[in-house]
Antibody, heavy 118, light 108 residues
Framework: QVQLVQSGAELRKPGALVKVSCKAS????????ISWVRQAPGRGLEWLGW????????NYAQKFQGRVTMATDTSTTTVYLELRSLRSADTAVYYC???????????WGQGTLVTVSS | SYVLTQPPSVSVAPGRTASLTCGGH??????VHWFRQRPGQAPVLVIH???DRPSGIPERFSGSNSGNTATLTINRVEAGDEADYYC???????????FGGGTKLTVL
């Protein structure tokens, strides 16, 4: 079955960067992309962007352009999200989700809590 | 940017039918997807492309989409259906995924 296992919770200071990993298994890795979605405490879902794990092509939400990088390691079927210049408003649970074409996140990881606090 | 509007909350008695709406300009021309999120859990896809149910989702869940409104219908509501529900589309104009603000479904 499809499994997306994310790295553990992170605490960062404002201005720092965070890197979250997402290891995929149970499906043909190269045939599906990965979307990243976040959820601030008590708030709704917010899409950060999508990566084609086969070509490395990325499509970032305009709000995060210049602050986010998504990358993939096909040898370990792991996808990474890096977010820089963190501020308190970035405190959220970050989810990776399998997404064939960057249109429908169909299977989700368990989420990674990122807390930004001085 | 494209905006999806969901009512913040809907309440329904057990055994009755819940209708959750998602409004957007000409949303009938887009594929709409619905997610259920129980407290402390990751979202789960319950309807994709307006009305298709992924494997494992009960037949009680159905969807429709026309004009400016998409609807998720849950028949014979159970206590376990209590959750936040999000609609989502892909905006072809920006090539971005867009989520609605979510509806909290309360089972009375």
């Amino acid at each position: 079955q499809v499994q997306l296992v994310q790295s553990g919770a992170e605490l960062r200071k404002p201005g720092a960067l965070v890197k979250v990993s997402c290891k995929a298994s149970g499906y043909s890795f190269s045939k599906y992309g990965i979307s990243w979605v976040r959820q601030a405490p008590g708030r709704g879902l917010e899409w950060l962007g999508w990566i084609n794990v086969y070509t490395g092509y990325t499509n970032y939400a305009q709000k995060f352009q210049g602050r986010v990088t998504m990358a993939t390691d096909t040898s370990t079927t792991t996808v990474y999200l890096e977010l820089r210049s963190l501020r308190s408003a970035d405190t959220a649970v970050y989810y990776c989700a399998r997404d064939e074409a960057g249109q429908v996140p169909d299977s989700w990881g368990q989420g990674t809590l990122v807390t930004v606090s001085s | 940017s494209y905006v999806l509007t969901q009512p913040p909350s809907v309440s329904v008695a057990p055994g009755r039918t819940a209708s959750l709406t998602c409004g957007g300009h000409n949303i009938g021309g887009k594929g709409v997807h619905w997610f259920r999120q129980r407290p402390g859990q990751a979202p789960v896809l319950v309807i994709h492309y307006d009305s298709d149910r992924p494997s494992g989702i009960p037949e009680r869940f159905s969807g429709s989409n026309s004009g400016n409104t998409a609807t998720l219908t849950i028949n014979r509501v159970e206590a376990g259906d209590e959750a936040d529900y999000y609609c989502q589309v892909w905006n072809s104009g920006t090539d971005h995924v867009v989520f609605g603000g979510g509806t909290k479904l309360t089972v009375l």
